[in-house]
């Protein structure tokens, strides 16, 4: 409660980045620390938005409603960024929303509550295909990446295309997968209970209604893709004057920030011992991301932007989706978790933050270049 | 019924090809078509001559009968295209039949009996110990692989013997296979009543005597060899007409004719809700293509055709196999099925098809010099 | 029993090896073979005095005795070459002794143990989270690799701070792992009895007191110092004579030797039918070298022998101990095992021992280097 307390006096940061937007342009740190800030309590509302929302349209619907605008932050961000031709930043965003949320959310989820509880339990058949939908999100990622690495010059201008249909089948997965959890399947995901977790915060905001809903979903968006345009502007300064690469600030530091909502979320409802919840909001999130997002997005650059935007996504975002999908699949599938497996998938985490942090600075496309350079050059 | 009933008259098609041979043996296109069409009635034939002998044999060695036979078609073109030094066609036949039975059959079967019944079972020791030896397939490709990626070109020279050895260790683990599946652990396999499924033939073909069953199997070999023949030699020409990658044919479109009988029967088995005969024809097919079918080519074309071949499959048909290896694992590694499980199969299936689609036309060993030009090349 | 009685007559080889590197220093052959033997009694001695201790200390910190004890050669060995600066010799010794206990000793005893019983049961739940233990240790192999693959010129010098940085992660997984076997969930590893195994071998050495377990122990391990510094100096010319490469004789010959005690121990337990105990000592022993022995290592580098030790091992040790963690994890996880499984883990420690003898000998460093002109030179 403190927390949210907290956060919402955050909101004083709106008026003073866009102050500061004007009035210092070129001081980017401080843009973007105060842009990071302002999205933490407006991510907040926009979640507590979604839930009151759910509770008049039920858990089926809700959870629909629930994934789709806690990911809202991310697309507007991503549509931002693609329309300054910022691919790599966008990449960068969606590989890091993916890792930190089976990573850092369902990592710091299952340490904490296995930390309160011994053993934390959950319905194993719906974990499993969730995590058998995030391997076929590593493969739609691997793939792409593979083809690039093979194909050679001359299969750089069939990549446009192969990512164009490939997105296409991962929305049909994606549409398949809504039907799966919100019709022919829904009683294995009753494990997810979005009413109830809404009636624990009805202490805080008892009784909103349907118009109160939407009318803040609405604002709360707009406030957030107001500011991630900013923030995504002030991104590569900030991250040179820090001596970051946008590698790292992308996968990592954008990731934590606009994954507030989730985060805090699912610790909350591991700490109640709900964890179909809690997996369920990180897991799912990753998911739609890379099943919605991710495709969504390939799909709008054709029209918007400088390029289009295809699935080739660097060789070390590529392998730190697939290790954090095979490590978290090993968790997930037999339905119990402990404070051990979420440390370990937090020492995952970890051990990728920091070798996005060493990276040194390059495109994706750059990157097999790279490697065949470091071959070339001992 | 209708669809065997309609695959029976395409016997027109044996002779219209072997006419087209002689008369026209310019026109690749036709001659292709008509080959492709006179194997489907063949293949179905091949099958259910099968399924006779095997309701006279028993279970046990039914299974190894109908698993040895229904990859005759594949045995024999094969051994005529290594005659003819046509390697690279064999290995993509062989990654084709190995995927197209896990992604395609399997995905197909699950897909369709998920659609009639919501939760399908079968024995989940016997799927688990199948999608191991489906594992020790993959790695048996991404050894040789990664052996000619490292060793350079001193170890080009040790790529046969290494092929060699490794065909040795495969087939004594099929054997191990057969003895577990046969004699040691037979009860754990009784899910695939061989039998039974005879038995629901019985209504179009009853009481085939095994003279009858010998000869027809006999027949129908003769003639899959002859037309098979006729099929490879006209491949590369046919590809090159409707602008497919050799690749793509031998991996995808021939794949999918050599396996017609598989597929009928998987998907027919499936919609009777018995999956552990489903799913073993689909995986049991793979398993057999893989530690059987390839190591015996390996062996054979030791003493016949131009040149020994190796298992040195090119990056992407290993990457293919091992991505299907690993999805088919995470969804028979719990003894249930779903429509949603068939639809991401096929989904991989359809990713991995369009991706060799746009594949440039490369050998297996070209495939890593491309890959090292596409990083110089930048 | 009368293996072991056999192996202590071994220790004869003690006095021959030392005179032979006096008296005859050039002789490599034969002081290698003569080291190998005398290791064979100590390490035996060794296995036997920390059971004898865990006796008096209780399972918890039996178990945590005998692992590190049981590792204590490995560390000792790996020590005396990183002070002559023998990295590539230290990183085969690891990788072998890391697929050699997950494929070959849990291979040996679930294949010997699978053909007394039909199927032998074991903890599921320990089993799987050794198992994401052991995948935990594969990431973090595969990362430092990527990273140098990846990183090029830029990168090499932030390899050392990543490869300290990932050591001390993977410590602080190691003791989180001490605390969950030994404290919060020691109960899950009650099928690790290591008071009656101590007490089937009472039989041959009864009542050893702490006074005399700790004495030898302390004897044991001096004596394979001596030997393990003798024989790590010989297994360079060793293995140029017998025409092998120093990988070869690292990944599989010096790891066949230097885990003899985990090997007899380990089958002799699945002859028993305690399968919890047998693969705890195969795995155990694996998870221990991954996550404590190479990190000690790494920082003990840093101020021990010419230069720091990194994590980046060669692409083949890496994929090595991918495969090796990818098919014990799937036999694993389930809790049962029976011969064929045991057959598939032998199958695939034949095939990477086929492939590392036949690799060409090329450094960790160079391997990428050479994978670059095995592209190149074709």
């Given at each position: 409660m403190k927390i949210r307390f907290s956060l919402d006096w955050f909101l004083v940061f709106v008026p003073v980045t866009v102050a500061l937007e004007y009035l210092r342009p070129t001081d980017h740190v401080t843009i973007f620390v105060c842009a990071c800030l302002a999205i933490l309590p407006l991510a907040g509302w926009l979640g507590h938005a979604t839930e009151h929302l759910a509770a008049h349209t039920?858990?089926?619907?809700?959870?629909?409603?629930?994934?789709?605008?806690?990911?809202?932050?991310?697309?507007?961000?991503?549509?931002?960024?693609?329309?300054?031709?910022?691919?790599?930043?966008?990449?960068?965003?969606?590989?890091?929303s993916i890792i930190g949320n089976i990573l850092l959310v369902a990592g710091a989820s299952t340490f904490a509550g296995g930390l309160k509880y011994r053993v934390q339990r959950f319905q194993a058949t719906a974990a499993r295909t969730q995590s058998t939908l995030?391997?076929?999100?590593?493969?739609?990622?691997?793939?792409?990446?593979?083809?690039?690495?093979?194909?050679?010059?001359?299969?750089?201008?069939?990549?446009?295309?192969?990512?164009?249909?490939?997105?296409?089948?991962?929305l049909l997965i994606y549409t398949g997968h809504l039907i799966f959890s919100l019709v022919t399947h829904k009683q294995l995901f009753k494990g997810l209970p979005t009413s109830e977790e809404t009636e624990s915060r009805h202490d805080h905001h008892p009784g909103w209604s349907v118009?109160?809903?939407?009318?803040?979903?609405?604002?709360?968006?707009?406030?957030?893709?107001?500011?991630?345009?900013?923030?995504?502007?002030?991104?590569?300064?900030?991250a040179h004057t820090f001596g970051m690469t946008s590698v790292?600030?992308?996968?990592?530091?954008?990731?934590?920030?606009?994954?507030?909502?989730?985060?805090?979320?699912?610790?909350?409802?591991?700490?109640?011992?709900?964890?179909?919840?809690?997996?369920?909001?990180?897991?799912?999130?990753?998911?739609?991301?890379?099943?919605?997002?991710?495709?969504?997005?390939?799909?709008?650059?054709?029209?918007?932007?400088?390029?289009?935007?295809?699935?080739?996504?660097?060789?070390?975002?590529?392998?730190?989706?697939?290790?954090?999908?095979?490590?978290?699949?090993?968790?997930?599938?037999?339905?119990?978790?402990?404070?051990?497996?979420?440390?370990?998938?937090?020492?995952?985490?970890?051990?990728?933050?920091?070798?996005?942090?060493?990276?040194?600075?390059m495109g994706s496309h750059e990157a097999v270049t790279g490697a065949a350079q470091a071959g070339a050059s001992h």
């Open positions: 039920g858990e089926g619907v809700g959870g629909l409603l629930n994934a789709t605008f806690g990911n809202a932050a991310e697309l507007i961000i991503a549509l931002a960024a693609l329309q300054k031709g910022l691919h790599d930043v966008v990449k960068a965003s969606l590989t890091g995030l391997t076929l999100a590593g493969i739609s990622l691997v793939v792409p990446a593979m083809f690039h690495h093979l194909a050679g010059a001359k299969g750089i201008a069939k990549e446009g295309g192969l990512s164009v249909e490939i997105s296409v089948v991962l118009t109160k809903s939407v009318t803040v979903l609405a604002v709360a968006t707009a406030f957030i893709a107001w500011m991630s345009e900013i923030l995504v502007g002030s991104v590569e300064q900030a790292f600030v992308g996968v990592i530091v954008v990731a934590i920030i606009g994954n507030a909502a989730e985060h805090s979320t699912a610790i909350l409802m591991a700490l109640k011992n709900r964890m179909d919840l809690s997996l369920s909001i990180a897991i799912g999130s990753s998911i739609q991301v890379a099943l919605f997002v991710a495709p969504i997005l390939v799909l709008a650059s054709q029209f918007i932007g400088p390029r289009p935007m295809d699935l080739v996504f660097s060789p070390a975002e590529v392998l730190a989706v697939v290790l954090s999908v095979v490590i978290v699949g090993e968790i997930a599938s037999d339905g119990e978790s402990n404070w051990l497996e979420g440390a370990m998938l937090l020492a995952v985490y970890i051990i990728l933050g920091i070798s996005f942090y060493f990276l040194p600075e």
